[in-house]
């Protein structure tokens, strides 16, 4: 396969991606790209929800990331994406990992009883939160993406520049106060 070739020849990060995910690295010989891709987003919006403990979370996290970018480099290496879907999906994935993220944490804060749960959510205690809420929505957190993520012109080293914004009446700071 000259497309191995070219990315082994001229991508050690990719290589190293693809040694250590041999069998995702099997996938993307013989899948579609595009449901690969849908396949781990979905696998994110289902599996990150169910997860209490962060250091898992980052590991799921990461192995999301490592299949993202060989998804996304072979659409690109081997020409079956145009770049405007190539451009889009390295923002979509990255908007999808802050919304969890932000969703895990907020639950984390308010087990720990740092957060109130918000009243739209109803009175229920925080530890019984159905795992498929989406506090990253509605509750009064804002995240905002600046620079290339905003701009959807994210590269595979780009870092994502964050505007964090909340209403205090709606998501409520119950820890204490130093």
């Known amino acids: 396969h000259d497309l191995l070739y070219a990315i082994f020849a001229g991508s050690p990060y990719l290589s190293r991606l693809l040694l250590n995910n041999a069998e995702f690295a099997a996938k993307l010989l013989s899948a579609p790209l595009e449901e690969l891709f849908g396949d781990i987003i979905a696998d994110l919006q289902q599996r990150l929800p169910q997860v209490t403990e962060t250091g898992q979370v980052k590991k799921i996290l990461r192995q999301a990331k490592a299949r993202v970018a060989l998804t996304i480099s072979f659409a690109d290496l081997s020409g079956q994406w145009p770049l405007p879907r190539i451009t889009r999906r390295l923002p979509l994935f990255a908007e999808t990992c802050v919304s969890l993220v932000v969703s895990h944490l907020l639950r984390a804060e308010m087990i720990k009883g740092n957060l109130a749960v918000p009243e739209h959510l109803g009175s229920v205690p925080a530890q ?40 205090n009446e709606i998501i409520r700071y119950t820890g204490r106060r130093t």
Do not use: C, Q, R, W
Request: net charge negative; aromatic share 10%.
């Open 128 to 167: 019984d939160l159905p795992a498929t809420a989406d506090l990253a929505k509605n509750t009064g957190y804002v995240v905002l993406a600046m620079g290339k993520m905003g701009g959807y012109e994210l590269n595979y080293s780009s870092d994502i520049d964050l505007i964090v914004l909340f209403d």
